[in-house]
């Protein structure tokens, strides 16, 4: 398997783990902003260490960025709130197989229209049809 695809699978065995830890977070602290202030913070670290390790050159770019690439941090945060509030009393699972249907939802459209600069790959019929499959299974899964 190609590392890009273990990384990814990693990322996505971090999401389920991510909205229990920091749900349960929000209920102890009893504030899901409060919480996800914690996780921020604690994220904001990680990422400057990586950076550090790295190089941190490209960060001055940052100015000469189009201002509407920077909405991705409004996204991360509307989800990381969002599953915050609502796992502890819809069920971390069930919170997170809707995260899972909307990306699939999201993804296809974005490939078929090849939005935000990625390479276009429109819906045919086999992908359409596995797509569908996958969403069944998220709502099999619920059930």
Do not use: E
Request: hydrophobic share 65%.
């Amino acid at each position: 398997m190609p590392t890009q695809a273990l990384i990814m699978l990693a990322a996505g065995i971090g999401i389920p783990v991510l909205a229990a830890l920091n749900s349960r977070l929000g209920v102890w602290m009893g504030s899901p902003a409060a919480a996800a202030v914690i996780l921020f913070c604690v994220a904001l670290c990680a990422s400057v260490i990586v950076l550090v390790s790295l190089d941190v050159r490209p960060l001055a770019r940052a100015a000469d960025a189009p201002k509407s690439l920077f909405l991705a941090g409004l996204f991360v945060a509307f989800y990381v709130l969002s599953v915050t509030y609502v796992a502890p009393t819809f069920g971390v699972g069930r919170a997170v197989f809707f995260v899972l249907l909307g990306q699939l939802i999201s993804a296809a459209a974005i490939d078929h229209f090849g939005l935000f600069g990625v390479i276009a790959t429109p819906i045919s019929a086999r992908r359409g049809l596995g797509l569908a499959m996958m969403a069944a299974g998220v709502f099999l899964a619920q059930r």
